[in-house]
């Protein structure tokens, strides 16, 4: 059951640059939708999320870009630190579900 | 920063023995949660709990889970007769209003490990 797919596995990025990581989704009920960051051995730290209603969301370096024609989200980190060197999952939501149901998330590296 | 607790960070458990699993949620929290993510593969949702009750379930969830809220603070997994297939990282999470409308804050995990 794949509802929620990442299809890049990993991506490698200098820092100082942007790193953009790709979810794609299928379920036309989901409208809420979230990034976290996972480090080896811990639990996922939620990052930034959006509604529906919006196409775009900002907090400090992070963005997220909502296609809902497309069915599509990105996450845009400007500019990548070594400290984003992550897994990145993303996670989505349909309204009134008590459930997150997440991609197999992208091992983000970045480089010096 | 309030943050949920688990505990034991690492369970080993020999087949057919029972496991509880623990989880302090954050303290003004209404909905908790169980996840499990299987070695290199993605986390799956387990179970949501409110208001003194399971509100949702996956397949995953058959007879052999249970969970508890004992008391007002503590929140509990409980796997009545573990399998080798059970061996993945748990995750305790909460949040203030349900999962469609605001973010999960998540634990640190328990390694659970059936030999």
């Known amino acids: 059951d794949q509802q929620v797919k990442q299809n890049s596995p990993s991506l490698s990025v200098q820092e100082g640059r942007i790193s953009i990581l790709n979810c794609d989704y299928t379920?036309?009920?989901?409208?809420?939708f979230l990034w976290y960051k996972k480090y080896p051995a811990e639990g996922p730290t939620f990052l930034i999320s959006?509604?529906?209603?919006?196409d775009k969301n900002e907090d400090g370096r992070f963005t997220v870009f909502l296609n809902k024609s497309a069915k599509h989200l990105s996450l845009h980190i400007v500019p990548s630190q070594p400290g984003d060197s992550a897994v990145y999952f993303c996670?989505?939501?349909?309204?009134?579900?008590?459930?997150?149901?997440f991609g197999q998330g992208t091992r983000l590296t970045i480089n010096p | 920063e309030p943050e949920v607790t688990q505990t034991p960070s690492h369970q080993v458990t020999q087949m057919g023995q029972e496991v509880i699993l623990r989880c302090v949620p954050i303290?003004?929290?209404?909905?908790f949660y169980w996840y499990r993510q299987i070695l290199g593969q993605k986390v799956e949702f387990l179970v949501s709990?409110?208001?003194?009750?399971?509100?949702?379930k996956s397949e995953i969830f058959d007879d052999q889970f249970s969970v508890e809220r004992p008391d007002g603070s503590n929140f509990t997994l409980k796997i009545r007769s573990t399998k080798l297939e059970d061996s993945a990282m748990y995750f305790c999470?909460?949040?203030?209003?349900?999962?469609?409308?605001?973010?999960?804050?998540f634990g640190q995990g328990t390694r659970l490990t059936v030999v």
């Open positions: 999470a909460s949040s203030d209003q349900g999962a469609g409308f605001t973010e999960a804050f």
């Open positions: 709990f409110y208001n003194n009750e399971i509100s949702e």
């Open positions: 303290s003004n929290h209404l909905y």
């Open positions: 379920n036309s009920m989901f409208d809420y």
């Open positions: 996670a989505a939501s349909a309204w009134g579900a008590q459930k997150l149901v």
């Open positions: 959006i509604s529906s209603i919006k």
